[in-house]
């Protein structure tokens, strides 16, 4: 081959591999969940099911914890409760929420990062009346803390109590969507009580908006009424 030739297609292969080297774009790949969502196969995995939905967030897994009858009450001293009265807030109102938390909605802004820690989970008897029933209804608490920061930037910060009364599969009211029959080895979470309202660990470099998780909760419902309307 004669000389000039060779420094031809050396200069050619030199030049296609440094533009494809400037065009060539690699794509990070979608991050997924190091542990799958635990099976609520009892009081505890429930509860760290839905540990789960928030942390990493998942919807998918988030609407099986949820009775048809689930209700939600919120704090005392949260005036956010005066919209949502006792026995009104339901699954509908809690998966639009938890949607839209996620995808964001009306003015809210979605997720960027949710980080839910939970203290030691307390299971106990239910203590409503008329709900006595040690094998198939259980209520556990544990302390909470939920920090919640959206695209824009802010923050909202959570601590408080947790108290979910849950109800074993062979009992629950079941919804329709699922399309689950009556199991005793799944739990579900019938009523929910927020025991919320205070904040710890914001800083003037860091500041969080304090915020109970019920306010939270209605921010985001209220995002879908605003992003349902015409």
């Not at 009775?67 to 005392?76: G, Q, R, S």
Request: with cysteine; net charge negative; aromatic share 10%.
């Amino acid at each position: 081959m004669f000389p000039g030739v060779r420094l031809v297609l050396a200069t050619w292969l030199l030049t296609t591999t440094m533009f494809l080297s400037c065009t060539t774009h690699t794509t990070a790949p979608v991050s997924s969940p190091i542990h799958p969502a635990p099976h609520a196969d009892s009081p505890a995995h429930a509860v760290e099911a839905f540990r789960w939905s928030w942390q990493n967030p998942s919807f998918e897994t988030y609407r099986t914890l949820f009775t048809d009858d689930y209700t939600f009450e919120f704090a005392v001293l949260d005036s956010n409760g005066g919209a949502y009265r006792s026995g009104t807030w339901t699954r509908d109102d809690e998966l639009q929420s938890f949607t839209h938390l996620v995808a964001g909605g009306g003015q809210s802004e979605p997720v960027a990062s949710i980080l839910l820690t939970l203290g030691s989970v307390v299971v106990g008897e239910d203590p409503r009346p008329g709900m006595s029933d040690p094998e198939r209804r259980r209520l556990v608490t544990a302390s909470c803390a939920l920090r919640i920061e959206t695209r824009d930037g802010s923050a909202s910060q959570v601590t408080g109590k947790l108290r979910l009364f849950l109800v074993r599969g062979d009992l629950a009211n079941l919804p329709a969507d699922l399309g689950r029959t009556a199991d005793a080895g799944t739990w579900y979470i019938e009523r929910w009580e927020d025991g919320t309202g205070s904040i710890t660990g914001a800083s003037a470099a860091q500041p969080a908006e304090a915020a109970s998780w019920g306010s939270i909760k209605a921010r985001y419902r209220d995002a879908a009424t605003i992003a349902a309307r015409p």
